[in-house]
Nanobody
Framework: VQLQASGGGLVQAGGSLRLSCAAA????????MVWYRQPPGRQRELVAH???????NYASSVKGRFTISRDNDKNTVYLQMNSLNLEDTAVYSC??????????WGQGTLVTVSS
């Protein structure tokens, strides 16, 4: 199983980035997909979640600014991040979940928001 996150980088406050996480080795359309982030010196936190049937939910801190989506034909989940602020600086990781038995993590991608 491989989850490959990409799209991170340096962006000015107020800017946008789109993260991607490409999955391999799983029946992607059956999995819930979750983006987490870990800011420097802080604990990991859930950012956005999309179920296998497309329902979404978001952390309150990103609601209205971030959008999670998935393309089952491309085995990819996306995180569109708009109106970025300094508090969004973190390592962003994707997670694939199916029930309680299957839980896979990808490596993170660093997002740095500058003033």
């Amino acid at each position: 199983v491989q989850l490959q996150a990409s799209g991170g980088g340096l962006v000015q406050a107020g800017g946008s980035l789109r993260l991607s996480c490409a999955a391999a080795g799983i029946s992607f359309r059956m999995f819930d997909m979750v983006w987490y982030r870990q800011p420097p010196g802080r604990q990991r936190e859930l950012v956005a979640h999309i179920t296998s049937d497309g329902r979404t939910n978001y952390a309150s801190s990103v609601k209205g600014r971030f959008t999670i989506s998935r393309d089952n034909d491309k085995n990819t989940v996306y995180l569109q991040m708009n109106s970025l602020n300094l508090e969004d600086t973190a390592v962003y990781s994707c997670n694939a979940v199916f029930g309680s038995a299957y839980n896979y993590w990808g490596q993170g991608t660093l997002v740095t928001v500058s003033s």
